[in-house]
């Protein structure tokens, strides 16, 4: 998998950081969710055990294209 850069709100550029794939998907690079409470309501919601969860700001969203 082919990772471009899209951008990052830190001003260290190390974390949380947007990437596009060369597969049409995104990587999100952010805070793991360890709060036991945060990851029951995901993993009742379906969260399988292979994957995981990350918490971003708002404003990182900003860098992903629109209309994608």
């Known amino acids: 998998m082919r990772l471009t850069f899209l951008g990052t709100t830190s001003n260290s550029g190390s ?37 995981t969860a990350v918490e971003i700001p708002a404003a990182l969203l900003g860098f992903a294209p629109q209309g994608s």
């Open 15 to 51: 974390c949380p950081n947007l990437y596009a794939t060369d597969r049409g998907t995104y990587v999100v690079q952010g805070w793991k969710v360890t709060d036991p409470e945060a990851l029951a309501a995901l993993h009742e919601r379906g969260l399988p055990d292979h994957e």
